[in-house]
């Protein structure tokens, strides 16, 4: 095997020659430099030195680096894929229980305890889930309540035509019982009315329009609309109001609220029980209370008569009602940007209370 010429003149000149590569299909690598010693000779003396047949050498450090490579992409692609199943694990979880979502199923949710951005997800899902699942029990409630405060009166209606067109009914006692159908179409008109109102103002649809107007006299006439309620069971409305009081608030609205604390009091008072109507001044605001003294509410139960279609009966006495009347007041009340209030012992009877503005004129 030869030495080329170019390197013997690199030599010559003084450098280190180190080089490499195949020759003739074989890897080789030679070393050649100039050598100092004392032995005299016509030339200078060049040491040389060849390494042959590392071809297999550099396979095999060739096959150890693509080896090693494979065994780390593997590695890292089974250590990426537990990482990602476990990541994406709620994920398909929750792609899967949202499909139960949709058919109205809430009864499953996401189990994953962590802290993480996934955790948090699985968190707000499972909220999210349990909001739907309240959601559609109110539905299915709400449904079921109308149709059942509906049936009733239809009912009613529907027994008193079959018994007027069969002539079961005698004709002096018709007129009575045109009474009774027209009180359960009234019936009928007023619920329809209060779930739309309802409606409207759940869904923040219903506005307000503040007025400065005399609430005394509002009061005044609102008592004297009612007085056939009042006489059915021969009540005793007591108005007590040192003077005119002139407040800054929806008239309209504002006759929804008493109207319905006053029909409130009347169901559930006894015959021939006071009813006590308070204007009271409180600073810059009038405090207007309404109480009865009928069987109460247990206390544990103020908190719910203020839910729609909650059965004020169920708090207090066997009494029938739709329970919109105190949702609605509570709804007018929050519009207006003021708390109203329930007092109640059991035996003694029911305090509804709130305040309004006064009119600065």
Known sequence: MGISDDIIQQVLAGETVSEGGFHNGELRYIVASTLDTNIQAAGTPIMVIVFHDLTH????????????????????????WFISKKITAPLREMNSISAHYAKGDFSKSVQYESDDEVGQLAKSFTNMANELNHLETRRKQYISNVSHELRSPLTSIKGFLIALLDGTIPDHRRTHYYGLMKDETERM????????????????KSEIFRTDYNITQQINRIIYKLEPQFTSKNLDIRFHADHKYYVHADEGRMEQVIVNLLQNAVQFSDNNAPIDIRLSKEGQAVKISVQDYGEGIEESKLDLIWRRF????????????????????????????????????????????????????
């Open 310 to 361: 909650y059965k004020v009966d169920e708090a207090r006495t066997n009494k029938s009602g739709a329970g919109l009347g105190l949702a609605i007041v509570k709804s007018i009340l929050d519009l207006h940007e003021t708390e109203i209030k329930v007092s109640s012992k059991l035996g003694e009877g029911t305090t509804f209370s709130f305040v309004l503005p006064l009119s600065e004129k």
């Open 189 to 204: 008109i007023k619920l329809v009315n209060n779930t739309l109102d309802m409606t409207q103002l759940e869904e923040g």
């Open 57 to 80: 050498e550099y396979q095999q450090v060739i096959f150890m680096i693509i080896l090693t490579f494979v065994i780390s992409i593997v590695f890292a692609g089974i250590i990426l």
